[in-house]
C-alpha cells in the first residue's frame, strides 16, 4: 500500500474513535507517540493515543475532524496531516456534560518504518480545546 493511502486509513481510524484494535495494523506494536500537551502527558504510545481518542468520543459523541491539510514526504517516510477536530460535550463519562463546543486546530507528524507507523507527534493547544469545553 502506497504510504499516502496508509496514512489516510491510519488516520481516519484513529480520529473516528475505532481504538488500537483499528490502528495497529498500519503500526509498529512499538510505535511512540509524544506531544507537549498536559492533557496527553502520560500518553507515550500510539497505541496508547489512539485508545485516547476513542475515549475522548464518549463524552462527544459528535466528535469528527475536518483535514485541512495533508502532506507526503517520501524522502523521509513522513506525513504531516492538519485538521480542525469539531464536538460538543453532551454525555457524562464522569463529568456532567456542558454542551459546550469545541473547533480545535491540531497536526500530526507521522514518521513510518517499512510502511508502518513508527513514530508520531501531536501538535496541540490542548488548554485552549479544554477551555472551549468547559474541561478547564
Not at 463519562?93 to 508502518?116: E, L, R
Request: a negative charge; one cysteine or more.
Amino acid at each position: 500500500m502506497a504510504l499516502k493511502d496508509s496514512a489516510l486509513e491510519f488516520f481516519d481510524a484513529c480520529e473516528t474513535g475505532k481504538g488500537w484494535d483499528a490502528c495497529k495494523a498500519y503500526c509498529h506494536a512499538d510505535a511512540t507517540f509524544t506531544a507537549q500537551a498536559d492533557a496527553l502527558a502520560d500518553v507515550t504510545t500510539v497505541e496508547a493515543y489512539t485508545e485516547w481518542m476513542k475515549g475522548l468520543l464518549v463524552p462527544v459523541p459528535d466528535g469528527r475532524y475536518e483535514l485541512t491539510g495533508f502532506a507526503v514526504d517520501e524522502d523521509r517516510s513522513t506525513v504531516v496531516a492538519a485538521a480542525v477536530f469539531h464536538g460538543t460535550h453532551t454525555v457524562d463519562a464522569g463529568t456532567p456534560p456542558t454542551g459546550k463546543t469545541a473547533a480545535s486546530d491540531y497536526c500530526y507528524v507521522i514518521s513510518f518504518a517499512d510502511g508502518k507507523v513508527s513514530k508520531m507527534v501531536k501538535i496541540w493547544n490542548d488548554g485552549h480545546a479544554l477551555r472551549q469545553l468547559g474541561w478547564a
